[in-house]
């Protein structure tokens, strides 16, 4: 099976990598490999590449693309681990990272994978095709903590009314499908609620947060990737929905902070130096052009801060 996606904010992306010959890169979320071919035809002979993933579809497609070219390294994992791989590959610092978080074409467009609630399958949702299913969380938690999981990971406010519906149904039978819950959910909210778009949206969203860890791993993925960087080595991401957004920039902020001293202090205190500068203030949206080519990028960022 072929992994297709289709990348968002391609160019802004590559160029924001400023990628050099000689460098050294990694791509945290390969999926079908358009980011890594567009930064391996940066590179000369002596530059390196290194692709991580964590779902074996994934890397399958990427092993098979750039089979025969040895400047391309790919390796089955959660972006998190990154420092354990480069360790593992002699690799004290690379030039520039790229994260791009999310859920890929290929994984929404796969019926057999479970994401969406437009096609009928098992309510899988894993990315790594491992451990606990989008089911068992429906089928095993209480309604307070499902009511707990839409609220937080989907921001959707008839949470509780559709943690209970989705409890009270798996009383009569399992709930192993996308559409079943699709239509749990579309008869637990009200009228009015369903002209807004799907009101499975925001559900499926959060289910697949809560299935893949994807906060806590994107919490952990980005300081485990800046402590990677060389001096001057850069870090892309891009988000798709504003919880992602806002651990990226809460984080990078974080990281291009200097002295937290009072104002009244005579002196710095401190001793707190920024560590990173950012390469451009407001994160990078998609262009009109962009949007009208590809509607899943409307809600896309990307920011990209510069170690120093």
């Given at each position: 099976m072929e992994f297709n996606h289709?990348?968002?904010?391609?160019?802004?992306?590559?160029?924001?990598?400023?990628?050099?010959?000689?460098?050294?890169?990694v791509d945290c979320t390969a999926g079908g490999g358009n980011h890594s071919a567009a930064i391996l035809a940066r590179l000369g002979e002596t530059g390196r590449l290194i692709c991580l993933d964590r779902d074996p579809d994934a890397v399958a497609a990427v092993r098979r693309r750039f089979a025969g070219d040895r400047r391309v390294t790919v390796v089955h994992t959660r972006y998190s681990a990154i420092a354990a791989v480069l360790s593992e590959l002699e690799v004290d610092g690379v030039d520039g990272i790229l994260m791009d978080i999310g859920v890929s074409s290929h994984q929404l467009d796969t019926?057999?994978?479970?994401?969406?609630?437009?096609?009928?399958?098992?309510?899988?949702m894993r990315m790594s095709q491992d451990g606990t299913t989008a089911a068992d969380l429906c089928n095993t938690l209480s309604w307070q903590q499902l009511a707990e999981i839409f609220t937080k990971y989907g921001e959707e406010k008839f949470s509780v009314r559709i943690a209970k519906a989705i409890c009270a149904e798996?009383?009569?039978?399992?709930?192993?499908?996308?559409?079943?819950?699709?239509?749990?959910?579309?008869?637990?909210?009200?009228?009015?609620?369903?002209?807004?778009?799907?009101?499975?949206?925001?559900?499926?969203?959060?289910?697949?947060?809560?299935v893949n860890d994807e906060l806590g791993e994107l919490e952990r993925g980005l300081q485990a990737a800046f402590d990677c960087l060389v001096p001057e080595g850069r870090l892309s991401v891009i988000t798709f929905h504003s919880l992602e957004d806002r651990i990226v920039k809460q984080t990078m902020a974080k990281w291009c902070e200097g002295c937290t001293c009072p104002p009244e202090f005579p002196v710095c205190v401190c001793g707190n130096k920024p560590k990173a500068r950012l390469l451009t203030r407001k994160p990078v949206a998609p262009s009109e052009e962009e949007l009208?080519?590809?509607?899943?990028?409307?809600?896309?960022?990307?920011?990209?801060?510069?170690?120093?």
């Open positions: 289709i990348p968002v904010l391609f160019e802004e992306t590559i160029a924001s990598l400023a990628v050099k010959e000689d460098g050294i890169y019926a057999e994978r479970g994401f969406s609630f437009h096609k009928d399958a098992p309510l899988d798996r009383e009569k039978q399992p709930i192993t499908t996308t559409f079943a819950l699709a239509g749990i959910i579309a008869g637990a909210v009200p009228a009015a609620a369903k002209r807004a778009g799907h009101p499975a949206r925001k559900v499926f969203q959060a289910l697949r947060i809560a009208a080519r590809n509607p899943r990028s409307r809600s896309s960022k990307l920011r990209t801060c510069i170690k120093i």
